[in-house]
């Protein structure tokens, strides 16, 4: 997932950048809400962190900005303001949760999986399902029927996306757009190079053939009927014997 943070205190968004990595989150910083608001309409993000107090141009004229100019991405404010007018205006304006300065971040982290998972219409669960493979967002675990399989922090981020997207042909663009940050070279082939490992990892460990090369268009993740139900066949109860 690709984050694009505003923060101008640079200590504090040094921390963030490097525990957001970590996390397998892809990220963009700016530091200056001119900045903020020309990488918003440039790329495709999937959450925005947003502090309010920035030069040049403060985080809530941003937020309007981007709300009036109909980009949905949610919004996460982090805030020295805690004032509940300036929380109520900042959720007014659009804003889709907020944090107050100082905060934990295991707190930041729970509430960006929230958002996300509000963005995919799931409300439930920190965990993602396609077919035999499960993905637990917040320990950053990925299983296949149940075994575990060891990701790089990338190989992760691109497998995440990937269930998150079963069943749609994603191109190598989007694929960029939403695992590497803006440093990413477009006429490398690193994409393909991490394809690989991915298949590696999971058809031909486990005999399966579900990332799929889509010729001319790009790679999706492919999970047959029958392989989807094969969860719910393997927990279904044995039928009861009569005996006459």
Same mark, same amino acid.
């Given at each position: /997932? !690709? =984050? $694009? &943070?505003?923060?101008?205190?640079?200590?504090?968004?040094?921390?963030? *950048? @490097?525990?957001?990595?970590? +996390?397998?989150?892809?990220?963009?910083?700016?530091?200056?809400?001119?900045?903020?608001?020309?990488?918003?309409?440039?790329?495709?993000?999937?959450?925005?962190?947003?502090?309010?107090?920035?030069?040049?141009?403060?985080?809530?004229?941003?937020?309007?900005?981007?709300?009036?100019?109909?980009?949905?991405?949610?919004?996460?404010?982090?805030?020295?303001?805690?004032?509940?007018?300036?929380?109520?205006?900042?959720?007014?304006?659009?804003?889709?949760?907020?944090?107050?300065?100082?905060?934990?971040?295991?707190?930041?982290?729970?509430? /960006? !999986? =929230? $958002? &996300?998972?509000?963005?995919?219409?799931?409300?439930?669960?920190?965990? *993602? @399902?396609?077919?035999?493979? +499960?993905?637990?967002?917040?320990?950053?675990?990925?299983?296949?029927?149940?075994?575990?399989?060891?990701?790089?922090?990338?190989?992760?981020?691109?497998?995440?996306?990937?269930?998150?997207?079963?069943?749609?042909?994603?191109?190598?663009?989007?694929?960029?757009?939403?695992?590497?940050?803006?440093?990413?070279?477009?006429?490398?082939?690193?994409?393909?190079?991490?394809?690989?490992?991915?298949?590696?990892?999971?058809?031909?460990?486990?005999?399966?053939?579900?990332?799929?090369?889509?010729?001319?268009?790009?790679?999706?993740?492919?999970?047959?009927?029958?392989?989807?139900?094969?969860?719910?066949?393997?927990?279904?109860?044995?039928?009861?014997?009569?005996?006459?």
């Amino acid at each position: /997932m !690709r =984050v $694009l &943070l505003v923060e101008d205190d640079m200590p504090l968004a040094n921390m963030l *950048l @490097k525990v957001l990595r970590e +996390e397998s989150y892809a990220v963009d910083h700016a530091p200056d809400g001119q900045e903020a608001e020309w990488l918003a309409f440039e790329n495709p993000y999937d959450i925005i962190i947003l502090d309010l107090m920035l030069p040049i141009k403060d985080g809530l004229t941003v937020l309007k900005n981007i709300r009036d100019a109909g980009i949905s991405i949610p919004v996460l404010i982090l805030t020295a303001r805690d004032t509940r007018d300036h929380l109520v205006e900042g959720l007014d304006c659009g804003a889709d949760d907020y944090l107050t300065k100082p905060f934990s971040i295991e707190e930041l982290l729970a509430r /960006m !999986r =929230v $958002l &996300l998972r509000r963005k995919r219409n799931n409300h439930t669960s920190a965990t *993602l @399902k396609a077919g035999p493979i +499960e993905v637990n967002t917040a320990r950053k675990e990925i299983t296949y029927e149940g075994e575990l399989v060891d990701f790089t922090t990338k190989e992760y981020a691109l497998m995440e996306y990937f269930v998150r997207n079963a069943g749609t042909v994603v191109s190598r663009t989007q694929i960029s757009e939403h695992v590497w940050d803006m440093n990413f070279e477009p006429s490398s082939n690193v994409v393909d190079v991490y394809m690989g490992y991915l298949r590696t990892k999971i058809d031909k460990r486990f005999g399966t053939s579900i990332i799929k090369t889509v010729r001319g268009h790009g790679y999706m993740l492919d999970i047959p009927k029958e392989t989807q139900n094969l969860s719910a066949v393997k927990k279904a109860p044995p039928p009861e014997s009569h005996v006459s």
